[in-house]
């Protein structure tokens, strides 16, 4: 593989991951509040 | 029970989010655009550019953020008080009850009836000031350092 094959692979991997954990933090938000919605 | 060190440590640790977030963001924003854009002109990725450029430049604004929040958590008193069972002496588990300086505080305060009891309490908050003013004094120290290596 060459060297500029791995880093675009390696910023791939990277914002893919950080893609999945900012709309893992956005649905936890929304989760929260329509569960806060729900109690009421 | 849920009613222990760990959910309080889970909750705190969920309410500084917000303002660690805006802190390091703030920080983030301080990098020069034509450092960055002089990364990406000499082909670097986007994640190069995060990793390369960004966070070593906002690293010690972003530690500041952290200690800032530290300092906040360690003073949050009412969602920690819900949560974290009223037991004083020190806990070995994370799953035991337990007490905090601003929580004892809340929860004792009426409740002083002799002159003893009542300087305790009066104690117990100067040492919380203490800790909260060196916590954040360390705070400060980092965010100017790094407004400091901004400004130049």
Known sequence: MTRERKRKIEGFIAMTLSTLAALLGLFWLVFIIVMCLCME | MGIDILTASIILSIMIIPFTA????????LTPA??????????????????????PYSKIGVFGGI????????????????????????????????????????????????DIYLSSLFYLALVLFVMSFITLAIAKFFLIKAERKFAR
């Open chain 2, 67 to 114: 200690v800032l929040s530290l300092g906040r958590a360690i003073g949050e008193t009412m969602a920690v008080a819900f949560v974290l069972g009223i037991t004083t002496g020190l806990q070995t588990s994370l799953l035991d009850a337990a007490t905090t300086i601003t929580v004892t505080l809340a929860n004792e305060f009426a409740e002083a009836d002799n």
């Open chain 2, 22 to 29: 805006s802190i390091s963001r703030d920080s983030f924003n």
């Open chain 2, 34 to 55: 034509i450092v960055k854009e002089s990364a990406y002109a000499i082909g670097a990725t986007k994640w190069e550019v995060v990793k390369n450029v960004v966070i």
